[in-house]
């Protein structure tokens, strides 16, 4: 056999899929010793050599005309001989020598692979952003078939889309949110384009729904003080649900009438974009801000904490509970066992709508565009237009 002959064999290139720069991620070579020795964790970005402990090994190969990609795990010594390997199993296969394949890349279950990719979710994203994920995924291995990652196809993605419209009763906007966790999954692990621009859930975007003044006087008589609080901050402040979670006495400046987003890492915490801002206090909140600040029982350094002192998750569920203590329920939101006329789970109330109603309620008394899209944290301009709308 000639030395012509060795170049038709197929080549197994080993990358590792790591973070570059801010928020992207890239398959990058990976850094051998002088005797062909594979250094860990060592990968080529622009070139040069970097040490990324994140992310995963993968080989890829071209098959009839197709790059295929898979992923091999975390261990540098055991992707590399994964990679050796393979190229072997591809010269048995050029010289006609007969080989049995393993189920590719059916070596990984769709269990196994989702455990990974939340693993590296968990510790590169932001806490919410996992449980995000982490429940797409869960439905995802609810109604997926097939045991073996490499057998994912299209069927199984329009089957996801069928099981989250009628089984759990989901938007086409909420459907297509989870399907993008579910193809950004496969695509950590060399799976791409299996559906067409037709199959996927089209929405149309709503206007943003805001509250009238009645309705948040009627649903503030309703609260006891902590809750009169909490809500009037949320409404006066127009954070995020995990903003007013994480905010801290270090964060408000009562005298100056001022509150900040900042960065938590005791919990994980990091402003939307990474960017922090400062938002006004109106002169309503002062008092019942300095009265809670006050509270004994109130373990520093958090606002609106648990009574263990940690972040609190549950405003949501506690403001359904008071918008039905209040009676301002719609009546009309059926569940599969239950309706909002008899029980805490309208529709019409979440968190998001004070934060609408506190944009929409600026931009319709003069504040300039640019100054509410400073408070409300907005990375572009057309973002904080969109609460226009309402106040035409």
């Known amino acids: 056999m000639g030395p012509s002959s060795f170049a038709k064999f197929p080549k197994v290139n080993l990358t590792k899929y790591v973070r570059v720069g801010d928020d992207r991620w890239r398959f990058c070579p990976i850094v051998t010793s002088a005797n062909g020795r594979i250094k860990p964790d060592y990968v080529l970005v622009a070139g040069q050599p970097e040490l ?3 992310g995963a090994y993968y080989i890829d190969w071209y098959e009839k005309g197709s790059r295929r990609r898979r992923s091999v795990g975390k261990n540098a010594i055991e992707a590399h001989a994964e990679q050796q390997r ?6 048995n296969e050029a010289l006609g020598i007969e080989v049995v394949r393993d189920e590719e890349p059916g070596r ?9 990719f939340l693993d590296e979710v968990r510790h590169h994203r932001r806490p919410r952003t996992y449980r995000q994920y982490s429940v797409a995924l869960q439905y995802f291995q609810q109604c997926c078939r097939v045991k073996c990652i490499g057998r994912v196809g299209r069927e199984d993605l329009l089957s996801f889309l069928a099981f989250l419209r009628e ?3 989901l938007s086409n906007r909420t459907s297509l949110t989870k399907l993008n966790v579910v193809v950004q999954w496969l695509k950590a692990n060399g799976i791409t384009g299996l559906l067409t621009r037709r199959d996927w859930p089209r929405y149309v975007e709503r206007e943003p729904e805001t509250y009238s003044v009645e309705e948040l006087e009627r649903f503030l008589a309703a609260c006891d003080p902590f809750e009169h609080v909490l809500f009037e901050f949320f409404w006066m402040s127009g954070f995020r649900d995990g903003e007013v979670q994480h905010v801290t006495r270090a964060d408000i400046d009562l005298k100056e009438q001022v509150v900040k987003v900042t960065e938590k890492p005791r919990w994980g915490f990091i402003p939307k974009d990474w960017e922090q801002r400062e938002v006004p206090i109106p002169d309503r909140l002062v008092e019942p801000m300095k009265r809670q600040l006050a509270r004994k029982d109130l373990k520093p350094p958090l606002v609106f904490p648990t009574s263990g002192g940690g972040p609190n998750y549950h405003f949501l569920d506690l403001c359904k509970k008071i918008a039905y203590r209040a009676g301002l329920n719609c009546g009309n939101c059926d569940k599969s066992d239950h309706s909002c006329a008899d029980g805490p789970c309208c529709d019409n109330w979440f968190l998001h709508k004070f934060r609408a109603t506190f944009a929409t309620q600026h931009l319709q008394s003069g504040v300039d565009l640019r100054t509410v899209q400073l408070w409300m944290g907005h990375k572009d301009l057309e973002s904080t237009m969109r609460y226009l709308k309402p106040a035409r």
Do not use: G, N
């Open 52 to 54: 990324h402990r994140e």
């Open 86 to 91: 393979h190229v072997q199993l591809l010269r």
């Open 108 to 116: 990984t279950t769709v269990t196994e692979s989702c455990a990974a």
């Open 167 to 169: 089984e759990k009763m």
